[in-house]
């Protein structure tokens, strides 16, 4: 009776190593994958309206929409660095402060960035989740919004 009691308590844990060692090969497998993270040379920022405008977007906005990324240990970690790249390259593709002259992107409709942080679209939330540092407070995100209208006014 005892040895039966033994040989599932053995099977069950022969199973969880089985599992547990696919998962390892798996998730070792998939960092194989290459994953282009990385910063374009920033051909040209928009005149600022002030260097307030510039801090503000840096703290909250630069990581996606600008080739300053800060990439942080685990965006090199599948399979979260897939989602990180992606919202980069995304995020990049729609309003980019390091290519300003060079397209004319979607976010830089006028009211556009000031409508997205008003309503608390941008930063998106994930992102604040794991950078604290870029929460503005209801002043800070008055300043940005504004000084982003009259950035874009002087650099359409
Ligand atoms: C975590 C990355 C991330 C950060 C930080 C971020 N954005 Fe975005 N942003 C995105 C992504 C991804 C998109 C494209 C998809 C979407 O609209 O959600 C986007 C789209 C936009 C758009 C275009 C919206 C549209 O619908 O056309 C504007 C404008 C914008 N962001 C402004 C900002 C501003 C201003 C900040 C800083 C206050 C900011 N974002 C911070 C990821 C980010």
């Known amino acids: 009776m005892p040895s039966r ?11 969880a190593l089985a599992g547990f060692g696919l998962a390892l090969f798996g998730f070792l497998a998939i960092q194989t994958i290459p994953v282009p993270l990385e910063n374009p040379p920033v051909l040209s920022e928009p ?10 977007a840096e703290r909250a906005c630069f990581d996606c929409h600008s080739n300053h990324t800060n990439w942080p240990w685990y ?19 729609e309003l980019n402060f390091t290519e300003w002259y060079e397209v004319d992107d979607e976010g830089r409709r006028p009211g556009e960035m000031a409508e ?17 540092e870029a929460r503005l407070t209801p002043e800070e995100k008055q300043a940005l919004a504004e000084g982003l209208n009259a950035t874009l006014a002087a650099s359409p």
Do not use: C, F
């Open 5 to 15: 009691q033994r040989r599932t308590g053995g099977g069950l844990k022969r199973l």
């Open 47 to 56: 005149n600022w309206d002030s260097p307030q405008t510039r801090a503000l």
């Open 75 to 93: 965006a090199r970690v599948a399979p979260v660095s897939w989602l990180v790249a992606h919202d980069v390259y995304e995020a990049r593709s």
């Open 116 to 132: 997205e942080i008003y309503d608390g679209d941008m930063p998106p939330l994930r992102y604040l989740l794991m950078h604290p």
